[in-house]
């Protein structure tokens, strides 16, 4: 395990240190995943693929990928611009705004999830606006999107925000020298420069929205094949006993979650890289 | 360079340079969208949760939080966070430790691995306790043999908020920890200090805000945590109800301004974390600038 050796090493604590890590890491996090995939290992592999491709299930992920898609979609783009004015520009308010973006980090999502379904059912403030246009939103995936907008607000924000804060005017200033217009600038310098931490963002927020429990279950409706979230289906399993399909439909679920959290891994590779070689060529 | 001329941070005063930044009208319509949107989005919410926590006075709002449910939710949640909260304290410190301050092989492993509950969701992390602990669990016959109750009971809800908040004090301390490298603590040791007084004379004072920033960050989670907790709880009301939970029992039940009631205790408790958090954040970049 250490390459280092003993004699090498001048600071003490690295085996306290690391064994009660690794100790602690198996005991809350290994050996309990593990089960999970052991306990999915009880239904033969057809078995399995049967419990992931019933109609129910297949429904149930569908939405929950469709939602927070759309959701991590609304982000990229208010999430941009959020950044952008809060970086760019100066105006009363702004302290409050840039640390009011946090607030779904902090606030239970139950709290969220019943303050959202009060605000869009069919009597609620908006609900009720929008009721005569014939839109609905509470216990539609309309009010699921909605709920998960809120949840992934703050990733978009938070990844472009510092870039944009260290990125150099140089460009910028160049690019004016050399004759384009503003729309140009921001298309052809700034956009790319900021292009790997909106991706991350918004991966993150999509990866988010695919498990997210609270703030959607309210307002949801929760209806088999219509408005039915994975996660959901994966507590409707288990209070009907049925361990193993619940295992398998939460199998599933991580390994959509591990695939994004790859790509995230990649594409902050790919930042690093492209950081790098900025910098060995200035 | 061009630093003599162009201020590099020019990030803060773009906006007085006027080829350098929009318009004033398309400034005002982009500042006047992001303000919509955090007002719809963030704003609204929390107005709804105190008009609906207030809707039938301010005596049945002291009614909703003195019932005796609600206080044995808030107690529930207080022991959690009580439990949780210095366990992933320590677990982060040591882990920091570990990974910043020596080279083994496994690292990069270990820190996935500390990264991993971020990206299950909160359903998965109660599940996988029941599927341990539960009565049809692997261990569940062992425990039932012995009157041991984890799931439905507190243990589990600790060990599942345990989980979902494990990442956030490590996450918090080993960016700082690494930037920081190792020459303090080499010539604490150099100069003849040993073992734990390197710890707390030298690492721990270069550490203390980020420390902190992550544990409010712990605790918030750990007070506010839903679908983990909802999934070993049980909801026995009094018993295994944690804040959340009674929040969801109470909306249920369509006793909406209690429900509500409860929230804004809740929603106190996230404004409260963002205002140490940003307090926290200035302190640190006044420390990083120095």
């Given at each position: 395990m250490m390459?280092?050796?003993?004699?090498?090493?001048?600071?003490?604590?690295?085996?306290?240190?690391?064994?009660?890590?690794?100790?602690?890491?198996?005991?809350?996090?290994?050996?309990?995943?593990?089960?999970?995939?052991?306990?999915?290992?009880?239904?033969?592999?057809?078995?399995?693929?049967?419990?992931?491709?019933?109609?129910?299930?297949?429904?149930?992920?569908?939405?929950?990928?469709?939602?927070?898609?759309?959701?991590?979609?609304?982000?990229?783009?208010?999430?941009?611009?959020?950044?952008?004015?809060?970086?760019?520009?100066?105006?009363?308010?702004?302290?409050?705004?840039?640390?009011?973006?946090?607030?779904?980090?902090?606030?239970?999502?139950?709290?969220?999830?019943?303050?959202?379904?009060?605000?869009?059912?069919?009597?609620?403030w908006i609900g009720s606006l929008l009721e005569p246009l014939g839109i609905k939103v509470a216990y539609t995936p309309l009010g699921i999107t909605i709920a998960l907008i809120f949840i992934g607000l703050p990733f978009v924000v938070r990844t472009v925000q510092p870039v944009l804060q260290d990125m150099e005017s140089d460009m910028e200033e160049a690019a004016v020298l050399l004759g384009a217009y503003r729309s140009r600038t921001f298309r052809k310098v700034i956009l790319p420069e900021l292009l790997p931490p909106l991706l991350t963002g918004f991966a993150l927020a999509f990866a988010r929205g695919i498990g997210e429990y609270g703030s959607v279950v309210f307002i949801s409706g929760n209806m088999p094949m219509k408005t039915e979230i994975a996660p959901l289906l994966i507590i409707t399993k288990l209070e009907q006993y049925q361990y193993s399909q619940a295992a398998a439909v939460a199998v599933g679920l991580l390994l959509v979650s591990f695939v994004l959290l790859l790509f995230i891994n990649l594409l902050q590779r790919w930042s690093n890289r492209r950081l790098r070689s900025v910098t060995k060529g200035a | 360079m061009a630093g003599i001329v162009t201020n590099p941070r020019s990030g803060k005063n773009a906006d007085t340079r006027p080829h350098l930044t929009e318009s004033g009208l398309i400034r005002w319509v982009l500042i006047g969208a992001a303000l919509l949107f955090v007002g719809l989005i963030v704003v609204l919410p929390m107005i709804t949760v105190i008009s609906e926590s207030l809707r039938k006075g301010w005596d049945a709002y002291l009614e909703a939080l003195k019932d005796p449910d609600a206080m044995a939710a808030l107690r529930l949640t207080l022991i959690t966070a009580a439990i949780a909260v210095p366990l992933n304290t320590i677990f982060g410190v040591a882990a920091a430790w570990a990974i910043t301050k020596f080279k083994f092989r496994g690292k990069n492993l270990l820190i996935t691995l500390i990264d991993l509950p971020f990206a299950v969701s909160p359903i998965v992390s109660g599940l996988i306790y029941v599927l341990l602990f539960g009565a049809q669990g692997f261990l569940g016959p062992w425990l039932d043999s012995r009157d041991i109750d984890i799931i439905f009971a507190t243990p589990g809800i600790v060990l599942a908020t345990m989980f979902v908040t494990f990442p956030f004090v490590a996450r918090e301390l080993i960016p700082i920890m690494e930037a920081q490298g190792v020459q303090d603590e080499e010539a604490a040791v150099s100069l003849g200090a040993r073992g734990w007084r390197i710890f707390f004379k030298v690492t721990l004072p270069n550490i203390k805000w980020g420390l902190l920033y992550g544990m409010i960050l712990c605790n918030a989670r750990a007070m506010g945590e839903f679908g983990a907790v909802s999934v070993v709880s049980g909801h026995i009301r009094g018993e295994t109800n944690t804040l959340p939970l009674h929040i969801e029992i109470l909306y249920n039940e369509y006793q909406f301004s209690a429900s509500f009631a409860v929230a804004s205790l809740l929603m106190l408790l996230a404004i409260v974390t963002l205002i140490i958090k940003s307090i926290l954040e200035s302190r640190m970049s006044k420390e990083h600038e120095s």
């Open positions: 390459r280092q050796r003993k004699a090498d090493r001048v600071l003490p604590g690295l085996n306290l240190s690391l064994g009660f890590t690794v100790a602690y890491v198996s005991l809350i996090v290994l050996i309990p995943l593990a089960a999970l995939v052991i306990k999915s290992f009880d239904l033969s592999m057809s078995e399995w693929w049967d419990a992931v491709t019933d109609a129910r299930v297949v429904a149930s992920y569908k939405l929950s990928l469709l939602t927070s898609f759309y959701a991590a979609v609304v982000n990229l783009v208010f999430g941009l611009l959020l950044a952008w004015v809060l970086v760019r520009y100066r105006f009363p308010g702004k302290r409050i705004i840039d640390g009011l973006i946090d607030l779904p980090f902090a606030l239970p999502t139950a709290v969220a999830g019943i303050a959202l379904t009060t605000i869009y059912a069919p009597k609620g | -």
